[in-house]
């Protein structure tokens, strides 16, 4: 059987919508990977959104927006335990 657009929009749809994100992220994961067999330079392949992303980061370590990685933890420590409530 030939899986068509069709087949994986009706496959998708009965996902909860919480795995939609999901499901795109591992679209734009292999997209990246096939098109990388044909490039010489991964960067090549990133999508708006990952080189957004990139500028991004870039910016917040320029400007100071970082944490050291304990504090990183402690964080998402925190928000994880707001979250449980």
């Known amino acids: 059987m030939t899986i068509t ?3 994986l929009e009706d496959n998708i749809k009965t996902l909860p919508e919480d795995l939609y ?5 591992f679209v734009d994961f292999l997209k990246t990977k096939y098109e ?5 330079d991964w960067s090549e ?7 957004n992303s990139i500028e991004k980061g870039i910016s917040d370590i320029e400007n100071g927006r970082t944490y050291s990685h304990e504090e990183a933890k402690q964080r998402i420590k925190n928000y994880l335990l707001e979250k449980s409530k």
Do not use: F, R
């Not at 994100?21 to 992220?25: A, T």
């Not at 990388?36 to 010489?40: D, P, Q, R, T, V």
């Open 36 to 40: 990388s067999k044909n490039s010489k």
């Open 5 to 7: 657009i069709k087949h």
């Open 21 to 25: 994100g999901e499901v795109n992220d």
């Open 45 to 51: 392949n990133l999508t708006n959104y990952q080189k």
